[in-house]
């Protein structure tokens, strides 16, 4: 599965980016799937600190957390924050 183009313009355009020249997107997921891979690596060795089997949200955040990444979530709103 790939991430797509249109996938890519509306994070963008929520970002506050008008245009992306065709060059960026290639490299834009590649730095996705790398970010992705770091917190999944990072995530999984918080997890197995709890001796569980199940990957958990908390495992997730209790990672990011611990590499300066302070991540906030509004229920009401359905989003997400990083903060670093």
């Known amino acids: 599965m790939e991430i797509t ?10 970002a506050g980016i008008k245009s992306i020249s065709e060059e960026c997107f290639q490299k834009i997921r590649t730095l ?6 770091n917190v999944i690596k990072k995530s999984l060795i918080v997890n197995s600190e709890h ?4 990957l958990m949200t ?3 955040y209790e990672s990011l957390s611990l590499t ?17």
Do not use: C, M, W, Y
Not at 51 to 54: A, D, E, F, L
């Open 5 to 14: 183009r249109p996938s890519i313009v509306r994070l963008a355009r929520k």
């Open 32 to 37: 996705i799937t790398f970010q992705i891979n």
């Open 51 to 54: 001796q569980t089997k199940t």
């Open 58 to 60: 908390e495992d997730i």
């Open 68 to 84: 300066g990444e302070n991540l906030t979530q509004s229920n009401d709103l359905g989003t997400t924050t990083i903060h670093k």
